[in-house]
């Protein structure tokens, strides 16, 4: 997918009303299962899910704020972010005094409409400009919310990309938020894209596993559910925020030096980008990431978790997000794709001495040149650490000779009879 | 105690001849006990402590030079810096020339009067200014020192404010120097005033220990005499030169990474401080820290040992010992001394995943907003690294958060009933 | 032996044709052992060795290139870079274009001849500046290499310097390089002062022995002969381009924090030095830091091989290695000897508590100075420090202090029955 075809999902996702539960989510993951099929899991409210349980299900219809004249100064219809999530129903008619408890604005940035929600404490609200507020009198107002909160379901989708090995890859998406584009309908596009390019390649050493679940308790309740999966996930990133023009920004795992930390910061070094280490709020990395579980897995994003004006607003919207800034980060995830899979562990069968590497023709004949090539150089580091403690991506970062070098090495060696993969 | 009563207390030490024996070494520790009640022990000249012996005990009542007009050119009366420390008794009429051998002056700082001693090698001598010694002509000068050097007694003094533990806090003062402010009354005034601090607490983790002793001979014996009991010592530090105007210094225990040295580094971060590691010379730490004992001790200072012009000279008087400069180091001592009594380890009892927080009324129940409040935080981080392995200070450390509000949410969780207490 | 002693044994070796085998390289080391003498090995052509096998023995008597005039463009006799090494012998008479192929220059040097070899790929070639080639007409040209390729030996020789202990201090030099001064003959003229120096020495803790074999195959060689007496390489060096006039450069061996390695960083700091982390190209510290063999082997260079501009060519003559140079490269191994032969771990006898040095006369009588002296502080850093697990250089490079002032504390100490030398 190129970026503008990320882009385009994104703008097809932007106006549904998602939220942890409901028919915004359900749709949001039929039209993601349009380009990579998923496999979808409705769980019952009341569920008990590790040390949550499942909550009623939210369905909104319309909502508004209608002013004496009858004039919807706050319209649903106009932005789902108009209304607090998980709103319980209300009709009334209330001054502007009383309305005020429900209302949010940001008045630092008065022209844009904040996101809220309260999904465990039953109340109702509003979110609008605070320019908006400005201009309205002291009213009677006539509220509505129709919406329902009741026994249903919490729906949540994967799509697994099949590998040699049952050890899998976690990529994981929250899909629970709004009209917010960056956060992270860009995520889901390009976790989409990445599917997609993975399911080209001729042959996968990992299984992918993507997950497109709410926050918090979308992951708790496939964490509840996957608990003795669990040991199967080699390596894992959440992917959010992935398409505003800011750099790249990778936030280390709980283990810290997991291999996925690794080859981020590898993928990383020669691009712009931030290194950030582990802390528990964010994604849900927190929820991989509780001790209990403690799963190598990581954050990539490009702008983080709360850091840009627009974060949890009306101005996180398309415009936002740039197809090549995507592309940016697509490109970022396939070269950790390259080297998670091609970063194996060798064990050198002629350990003593060099091996004669021109007798089997892998070398150059004439002596004395001191420009060898890069060729030889990543035979000789690949020899040289081949001892079953370093895998290809340590050799790399020790000889900073390119993974790619080294890859082909190893592949030179092994065919010679030199090399043989070490499993552990 | 407020920087001026400790102030007063150093003024008030300040005149007494002190040395490794003696009647001086007594009457402080009597002074001492007025604040802060003491058990004495009175050691025999002749133990042997450890590789050393019990010397003799020393007391003077007067010395001088008489010039051959018979006016006291050097006067023990004035200050009782003019004496060689354990000089034995001497009364002789001796030329210039003949005195010289026995005169101690500081050429490069010709107005101030040295501090020496002779513990160990039967000697006599003289402590004055260059600038006097200038003014003197050929003699004869009548010398005498009024003095015993006799069997008796090594006096230390130790206070202990109890606490539920058995596990002690070492706060250890060396109090053999004679006129020395900074050097150390100071460090024992902070000491008492720390002392009746620890003892307002309504209930404290660890008994605290305070042993004020002659330095080197005195921890010595002190450890002679309490070997069994060394295990006992959790955390320890020396304290002297606690009232200069220099930035505070703390020096590492031989350890290096022991629990005092990061509590100590913890709370000295946010002020001008100096960090150093261990070397085996300074004050007692080199006692504690010696190799068969390896205790945790550090040693905090303002200016450190040598490193101040007045160091062990007629300069380092009440005046070089500043009230606030005390009250300083009485904070920074109370600082660790709140971190040591709250670094606990916890085991986070819903592990897998995030408890919900909200269902127990320790969450803010409206989401999306970014400004994640302090208290909040701090119990995701608990939350999340009460794995065993981590105390409340490596948490606030990792994260940055202060440790009040660390060790306000492990109560909070404790509470709830989602954390408990670990011990190894 | 001076550095005009060494520079003269450069000057000598110079004019030999040497390479991995024939004659040239047996007269070599029959120069050697005139000075160090050696025990020769001859392994027959045909041997296994490890991965390899012992090529057909070399020897070249004379070659030229002589235009149509007779004129001899090419000679031999002049130098004997201007033949590839091991080239087969060719007598035959070529147009400039037929002869070019065999023609090897350094276009960016022009008045500089290229060294080549062709040890493993039989063919025959000849090195020449660029400006000879330059005035070269079409010819045709009579070509003549006579030389043999036939089967004989490869020679290597030993010169040992014993010591108390059967452990090894390994210093193995190449070569194999016919006409270039610092690479290898300024290596080989240090190791052969070093020798003579060691020599003198009343008493050496360890045994020294000194390779001087051909380059790659030779410590191949070495290596497959000596396998069972690698356990007893304690430390190791391969010393090469020994002479220029750059900075030292030392090279970790593979292991990284090998006692040589630390030896050499320590002995370095006071001068201007580099230092790299290990390759698994360079000099022969390939084959010994081989992962099956992995021997604390570095490697001690000025200019690092393929780094100077005359490496390799016929710029490395005599004129560029310089007598200090040399002597500056003999006096670092010096240092690194004399700490590598008191390097010892310790342990304290009195390891409660400071022993009191003073009733021992090691501490100076008077108390209360500041300015402790150098050798007392070493007696305490010794003692504070000797609990098995630091040696001597872990306190000096924890002390700051030098290595020798430690080394002459431990003596007083071990003299005093203070401390006994510590057999792990």
Redesign the interface.
């Known amino acids: 997918m190129t970026g503008e075809e990320m882009h385009a999902l994104v703008r097809r996702l932007y106006p549904l009303c998602r939220s942890i539960t409901g028919d915004g989510l359900r749709r949001t993951l039929e039209i993601i299962g349009e380009s990579a099929p998923l496999r979808l899991t409705e769980v019952p409210t009341g569920t008990k899910v590790?040390?949550?349980?499942i909550p009623r299900e939210w369905n909104i219809r319309d909502a508004s704020i209608k002013d004496p004249s009858g004039a919807r100064v706050v319209d649903f219809q106009e932005s789902n972010l108009h209304v607090?999530?998980y709103s319980v129903p209300v009709h009334a008619t209330l001054s502007l005094d009383e309305l005020r408890g429900h209302l949010h604005t940001l008045p630092d940035q008065p022209h844009l409409v904040?996101?809220?929600?309260?999904?465990?404490?039953e109340?109702w609200g509003f979110c609008l400009s605070q320019d908006t507020l400005d201009t309205m009198g002291e009213g009677p107002y006539e509220v509505r919310i129709d919406a329902t909160l009741a026994d249903g379901h919490l729906t949540y989708g994967e799509h697994v990309v099949p590998g040699e090995s049952a050890q899998e890859v976690l990529i994981s998406c929250h899909v629970c938020h709004p009209s917010l584009a960056n956060d992270n309908l860009a995520g889901v596009a390009v976790a989409v894209a990445l599917a997609r390019r993975l399911a080209e390649l001729p042959e996968r050493r990992y299984t992918y596993r993507f997950v497109f679940a709410p926050g918090?308790i979308g992951?708790?309740t496939w964490?509840?559910r996957n608990?003795e999966r669990t040991g199967l996930i080699s390596h894992g990133l959440t992917l959010a925020c992935a398409g505003d023009p800011g750099r790249l920004t990778y936030k280390r795992s709980?283990r810290g030096d997991a291999e996925i930390d690794q080859v981020l910061a590898y993928v990383l070094k020669d691009r712009p980008h931030t290194l950030l280490?582990f802390?528990?709020?964010g994604y849900d990395e927190?929820?991989y990431?509780?001790?209990?579980?403690?799963l190598p897995v990581g954050s990539l994003t490009r702008s983080t978790?709360?850091s840009y004006p627009e974060?949890?607003t009306s101005g996180d919207d398309p415009d936002l997000v740039r197809p090549e800034a995507m592309e940016d980060t697509l490109e970022t995830l396939w070269a950790a794709v390259q080297v998670l899979e091609g970063n194996r562990r060798y064990q050198?069968l002629?350990?003593?001495?060099?091996?004669?590497l021109?007798?089997r023709g892998l070398y150059g004949?004439?002596?004395?040149?001191?420009?060898?090539k890069e060729a030889q150089?990543a035979m000789?580091?690949v020899?040289?650490?081949?001892?079953t403690e370093h895998s290809l991506l340590d050799i790399a970062r020790?000889?900073t000779m390119p993974f790619a070098a080294l890859a082909d090495a190893a592949r030179s060696l092994q065919n010679a009879g030199l090399l043989k993969e070490w499993i552990s």
Chains 1, 2, 3 share one sequence.
């Open positions: 590790l040390d949550w349980t607090v999530g904040p996101y809220r929600t309260s999904y465990y404490a109340t918090t992951a708790i964490l509840a608990r709980r280490d802390a528990p709020y927190r929820q990431g509780s001790p209990g579980f403690n978790y709360g974060y949890h050198n002629s350990p003593y001495g060099e091996p004669q021109g007798a004949s004439l002596g004395g040149r001191s420009d060898t150089l000789l580091w020899l040289n650490l081949s001892d020790r000889s």
